[in-house]
């Protein structure tokens, strides 16, 4: 066996699982990076259909059990001004059991949030919850509780991710019989896209492998 081909073989190798899953961390409307975008659904009018709604090149759909589904999840006026919603919103009009909202956003992101209120008034441990996909990779799901937000159970879901996404799933708690959805703000923020230390450890002993081993091979001058 030839080493010289095995080692810069076996190099690459240690690059390869050095990806880890995300670490995902909570995040206030203030922990946004600066120039994150957030859409209030703004000049859309009264009861647009969400499910194949783009805003600012963000696709909005709508799936129950897993399928796409129209006429149950609109752009309207419920449930008013709430702390973190304002009118117009999207509202859902079904029961929240396999409800969905799937959004599609423009590119990478590792921050995601928006503001939401469900129909119950009560403290609720899970009352929302994010999950965030590469493609069709899972990257991480967040569980966010909800309080009075001031009637209305609800507040504000935002998460960083040290993996980034382009694509987040939101569901609610069925303890509600409706949710609302307003302020939907992403950013790429790049400084939360960081390889661990010990990814970079590997990375340079691999290269330094690597290059060692594609040096060319000098043959030793005969003895005179």
Not at 42 to 71: D, H, W
Not at 76 to 88: A, E, F, K, L, Q
Not at 117 to 139: E, H, K, M, N, Q
Request: glycine fraction near 10%.
């Amino acid at each position: 066996m030839n080493i010289i081909r095995v080692l810069p073989a076996l190099a690459l190798c240690l690059i390869a699982p050095i990806r880890t899953d995300a670490a995902l961390v909570p995040l206030l409307p203030n922990d946004f990076a600066l120039g994150a975008i957030t859409l209030n659904f703004s000049g859309i009018a009264f009861n647009t259909e969400v499910n194949g709604l783009t805003v600012n090149n963000v696709l909005f759909e709508v799936t129950e059990s897993g399928l796409p589904m129209n006429g149950i999840v609109l752009v309207d006026s419920g449930p008013g001004v709430t702390n973190n919603i304002t009118p117009p919103n999207i509202v859902s009009l079904s029961n929240l059991n396999g409800l969905a909202l799937e959004v599609s956003l423009p590119g990478p992101m590792t921050q995601f949030g928006y503001g939401y209120g469900i129909l119950a008034a009560d403290s609720i441990s899970a009352a929302t919850t994010i999950r965030l996909f590469s493609g069709i990779t899972p990257v991480g799901s967040i569980d966010f509780a909800g309080a009075p937000d001031p009637i209305f159970t609800g507040g504000f879901a935002g998460v960083g991710s040290t993996v980034p996404f382009d694509r987040a799933v939101l569901t609610f708690s069925t303890l509600g019989s409706a949710f609302a959805v307003d302020n939907v703000t992403f950013a790429a923020n790049t400084a939360a896209n960081v390889v661990p230390e010990q990814g970079w450890t590997l990375i340079l002993f691999a290269t330094g492998v690597i290059s060692l081993f594609c040096l060319p091979l000098r043959r030793p001058k005969p003895l005179v």
